[in-house]
Antibody, heavy 125, light 107 residues
Framework: EVQLVESGGGLVQPGGSLRLSCAASGFTFSTYGMNWVRQAPGKGLEWVSGIGGSGGNRYYADSVKGRFTISRDNSKNILYLQMNNLRAEDTAIYYC??????????????????WGQGTLVTVSS | TVMTQSPATLSVSPGERVTLSCRASQIISSDLAWYQQKPGQAPRLLIYGASTRATGIPARFSGSGSGTEFTLTISSLQSEDFAVYYCQQYNSWPPLTFGGGTKVEIK
């Protein structure tokens, strides 16, 4: 059974940093692109960042480029999102999501067949 | 690619047929997925490839369209179907883009 479990959310002041983690199980982690999608309170879904199976290809939304860094540890089956210089508008539930196909860079960002339960990040003074 | 969903809210009675629309700002072939999200839950994949139901999705859900115009149809709305529905394109990225969502509420 595929499982994605996020952790690391919390309350942080503007300008602060936070690292999110997503522990994956139930599939061959290194084969699939992994992504972060966020949802501000009462709002829709916004794709944030994605990474290829090997970790070589990384992609970012313009709203987070230069502030967030996505990475993965395929030996531990963990996806990360390092978030620096956080702003109030980064307040959201952050979901990790698995690309539905793998083994090819063209599937790094695809549709998502599994999502974690989300972790809440609140940026406020 | 900007994804636009309509309407924003749909008030429906159980048993009714529901049609949700999603429009892409440029041609995306059939690279479109639909998700359902209930309050306090993560999104769940319903449809991919514009018309293929994901594993375990009931047959009352169907998707159609290609190019720039897409629809999600629920043939007979059940109580568990009241939720927010999002479309997402995966043809041209980055970025991946989602529509703003359609909330299906009880009339």
């Amino acid at each position: 059974e595929v499982q994605l479990v996020e952790s690391g959310g919390g309350l942080v002041q503007p300008g602060g940093s936070l690292r999110l983690s997503c522990a994956a199980s139930g599939f061959t982690f290194s084969t699939y692109g992994m992504n972060w999608v966020r949802q501000a309170p009462g709002k829709g879904l916004e794709w944030v960042s994605g990474i290829g199976g090997s970790g070589g290809n990384r992609y970012y939304a313009d709203s987070v480029k230069g502030r967030f860094t996505i990475s993965r540890d395929n030996s531990k089956n963990i996806l990360y999102l390092q978030m620096n210089n956080l702003r109030a508008e980064d307040t959201a539930i952050y979901y990790c999501a698995k690309a539905s196909r793998g083994g090819y860079s063209g599937y790094d960002l695809y549709y998502f067949d599994y999502w974690g339960q989300g972790t809440l990040v609140t940026v406020s003074s | 690619t900007v994804m636009t969903q309509s309407p924003a809210t749909l008030s429906v009675s159980p048993g009714e047929r529901v049609t949700l629309s999603c429009r892409a700002s440029q041609i995306i072939s059939s690279d479109l997925a639909w998700y359902q999200q209930k309050p306090g839950q993560a999104p769940r994949l319903l449809i991919y490839g514009a018309s293929t139901r994901a594993t375990g999705i009931p047959a009352r859900f169907s998707g159609s369209g290609s190019g720039t115009e897409f629809t999600l149809t629920i043939s007979s709305l059940q109580s568990e179907d009241f939720a927010v529905y999002y479309c997402q394109q995966y043809n041209s990225w980055p970025p991946l883009t989602f529509g703003g969502g359609t909330k299906v509420e009880i009339k």
